[in-house]
């Protein structure tokens, strides 16, 4: 069972930005082996599929509604991801999660049912 820790959020104003940050409990050998994404959910609305990076961090997805303002990295010898969101908007309001699947991303990458570990999720709130 794998363990994840989100930290990072925050309130900010539009235009500001923001570092999450994700430990996971497992160790170092095996955290390398998994498909890590993050997700978000706002009042009202389904979890949405934000970002993922394949188990080396070779290959980066993206929703269309964050390219080019936020950038997913991971640093296998720490266990930790990491989501730097730029130029956030008051519609990047949202708690976010972020989710480990065992072997590479592939095409569900942005679907919940792809991933097997979830963590608490930690809030983020953009003023306008």
């Known amino acids: 069972q794998v363990q994840l820790v989100e930290s990072g959020g925050g309130s900010v104003q539009a235009g500001g930005s923001l570092r999450l940050s994700c430990v996971a409990s497992d160790n170092r050998y095996a955290y390398s082996g998994y498909c890590m994404g993050w997700f978000r959910q706002a009042p009202g609305k389904e979890r949405e599929g934000v970002a993922a990076i394949s188990p080396i961090g070779s290959t980066t997805y993206y929703a269309d509604s964050v390219k080019g303002r936020f950038t997913i990295s991971r640093d296998n010898a720490k266990k930790t991801l990491y989501l730097q969101m730029n130029m956030l908007k008051p519609e990047d309001t949202a708690k976010y999660y972020c989710?480990?699947?065992?072997?590479?991303?592939?095409?569900?990458?942005?679907?919940?049912?792809?991933?097997?570990?979830w963590g608490q999720g930690t809030q983020v709130t953009v003023s306008s």
């Open positions: 989710a480990a699947s065992w072997g590479s991303c592939g095409g569900n990458w942005y679907k919940e049912f792809a991933y097997n570990y």
